[in-house]
């Protein structure tokens, strides 16, 4: 048969609950410029992930010093449920005209395209800089799924799935509110 060609659409879904238990193709981290460690979603990861994530790191830092805001790095995910960990660089907020939005919309983009690289299908996402770098949950909703909705509708993706997991309630809510508003 030949004719119109149907796209498959591709799957944007919310969870609420610890990005660690999620199986993924990868899993992506909340992690900092020096790719140092921290609380949060971070340091779940490197606790769940185990030590070897952490000398992978150590060996990217040797090599190119760091990550900028934005963007990120790949690593393996030790005893996580998943090939990959991409840790991304969130934005710290400060009040919005900082180009807080564009920084955070581009670590969206950027492990979209890492996923690509690798042929991934299922990538997972934390709600990156909500927390100790404190953006706005509700804008920050909103650039995320803008962002991945904007990959995904894309002709040529080979990713078919990505999730946010998500570790509250509001902050559940709130994308939920977004995505509605979105009509994805
Ligand atoms: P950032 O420094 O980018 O703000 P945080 O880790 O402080 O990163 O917070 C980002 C989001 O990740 C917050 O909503 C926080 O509640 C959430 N979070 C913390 N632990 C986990 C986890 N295990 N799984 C998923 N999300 C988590």
Redesign the pocket.
């Known amino acids: 048969m030949h004719g119109t060609r149907i796209p498959q659409r591709k799957r944007l879904r919310l969870l609420i609950?610890?990005?660690?238990?999620v199986a993924a193709d990868a899993i992506v981290n909340?992690?900092?410029s020096r790719l140092a460690g921290?609380?949060?979603?971070?340091?779940?990861?490197h606790r769940?992930g185990g030590p070897g994530i952490m000398r992978e790191l150590d060996e990217i830092r040797a090599r190119q010093g760091g990550c900028p805001t934005g963007s990120a790095v790949a690593t393996s995910a030790g005893n996580l449920p998943a090939q990959f960990v991409f840790h991304a660089?969130?934005p710290?907020y400060r009040g919005g005209r900082a180009r807080e939005a564009e920084l955070l919309a581009s670590c969206y983009r950027t492990c979209l395209e890492m996923a690509e690289e690798r042929g991934l299908k299922k990538i997972s996402f934390?709600?990156?800089?909500?927390?100790?770098?404190?953006?706005p949950?509700d804008e920050a909703a909103e650039v995320a799924l803008r962002a991945v909705a904007a990959h995904l509708t894309r002709e040529n993706t080979r990713v078919e799935e990505v999730l946010f997991?998500?570790?509250?309630k509001a902050?559940y809510d709130s994308y939920a509110r977004v995505l509605k508003q979105l009509e994805y």
Do not use: E, K, Q
């Open positions: 609950g610890d990005i660690t238990r909340a992690a900092n921290g609380g949060g979603v971070d340091g779940a990861i769940a660089v969130g710290v934390p709600s990156i800089s909500t927390g100790a770098y404190r953006y949950v997991v998500l570790f509250d902050t």
